[in-house]
């Protein structure tokens, strides 16, 4: 009985302890426009794997939940057209802001 006492004052205390932060953010171009629909990626520093990912809105807003236990995060922020954008953010205090530049793809030929 006291086993089981314990285990689940254990598995309590543990859920008192992890705790999940809001990451808000927004992500725009380098003209201050607000760009909807670019990825925002969350990895762990350590591994690179990815922990969560969410979209911009129509406002270029983004936000999200992750476990408070695994900063320093790297942040990877990317939209088709633009340059993407690799962060390591180790204290998330206040909403994020990104600012992507456009990348120019040229092509060599084209054939018909």
């Given at each position: 009985?006291?086993?089981?006492?314990?285990?689940?004052?254990?598995?309590?205390?543990?859920?008192?302890?992890?705790?999940?932060?809001?990451?808000?953010?927004?992500?725009?171009?380098?003209?201050?426009?607000?760009?909807?629909?670019?990825?925002?990626?969350?990895?762990?520093?350590?591994?690179?794997?990815?922990?969560?990912?969410?979209?911009?809105?129509?406002?270029?807003?983004?936000?999200?939940?992750?476990?408070?236990?695994?900063?320093?995060?790297?942040?990877?922020?990317?939209?088709?057209?633009?340059?993407?954008?690799?962060?390591?953010?180790?204290?998330?205090?206040?909403?994020?802001?990104?600012y992507?530049?456009?990348?120019?793809?040229?092509l060599?030929?084209?054939i018909?």
């Amino acid at each position: 009985m006291n086993k089981i006492f314990f285990l689940i004052y254990f598995g309590f205390c543990f859920n008192i302890f992890t705790q999940d932060i809001n990451i808000q953010g927004v992500v725009y171009s380098l003209e201050k426009t607000p760009i909807e629909g670019a990825i925002v990626l969350i990895k762990n520093s350590k591994t690179k794997s990815i922990l969560q990912y969410t979209s911009s809105d129509s406002k270029g807003f983004f936000e999200i939940k992750i476990d408070s236990k695994k900063v320093p995060l790297v942040f990877e922020v990317l939209h088709m057209g633009y340059k993407k954008i690799i962060k390591l953010i180790s204290l998330v205090d206040k909403p994020l802001e990104f600012y992507l530049e456009e990348s120019f793809n040229k092509l060599q030929e084209i054939i018909i």
